[in-house]
């Protein structure tokens, strides 16, 4: 995205910095969505060598 032209006001703008990012697919239902994310802090989390910097993390919905 380019521009938040036309953006309805109930959003906030913010702009995602580039850099390195885990990302992780969540397969199932939003009833176990809560395990991905057991899975996300409290297995890969503390078993990576990757380091965390002070950006955000956020979540992408789609049509999936």
Known sequence: MDSFEG???KFVQKVIPE???AV???T???RTLPQ???YIWGTW???TKEEM???ED???YDQR
């Open 7 to 9: 953006l309805p006001a």
């Open 19 to 21: 850099g390195r990012y």
């Open 24 to 26: 992780f697919t969540h």
């Open 28 to 30: 199932g239902t939003l």
């Open 36 to 38: 991905t994310f057991h």
């Open 45 to 47: 989390f503390l078993n």
């Open 53 to 55: 910097d002070e950006r």
């Open 58 to 60: 956020f979540e992408l």
